[in-house]
């Protein structure tokens, strides 16, 4: 069993950052990809920045230049850097991850933007 816990979330000001963070524990082995998706009030959930195993990130368009995906595979977690935020970023944010040959949800964290 693996455990993911996101950390990170809060209340920010229109404008205003935060960053989120995903650690990985129940496994020896690193977060080998990873994604973020969000889910705001009566909202499917939707998918907000991919990071492969490979390294290389993709970003939905509603986040593109504003937000940055990473691994820290030394430390068994994963970010997301989220500048320049909006009131419609406010939603709960999850971590998507893949450990030990099988993809892992977080719990979630609330993210909330006041204008």
């Known amino acids: 069993q693996v455990y993911l816990v996101e950390t990170g979330g809060g209340l920010v000001q229109a404008g205003g950052s935060l960053r989120l963070s995903c650690a990985a524990s129940?496994?020896?082995?690193?977060?080998?990809?990873m994604g973020w998706y969000r889910q705001a009030p009566g909202k499917e959930r939707e998918l907000v920045a991919t990071?492969?195993?490979?390294?290389?990130?993709n970003y939905a368009d509603f986040v593109k230049g504003r937000f940055t995906i990473s691994r820290d595979n030394a430390k068994n977690t994963g970010s997301l850097q989220m500048n320049s935020l909006k009131p419609e970023d406010t939603a709960v944010y999850y971590c998507?991850?893949?450990?030990?040959?099988?993809?892992?949800w977080g719990q979630g964290t609330q993210v909330t933007v006041s204008s």
């Open positions: 998507h991850a893949l450990v030990t040959g099988t993809w892992w």
């Open positions: 129940g496994s020896r082995d690193s977060i080998f990809a």
């Open positions: 990071i492969s195993t490979g390294g290389i990130t």
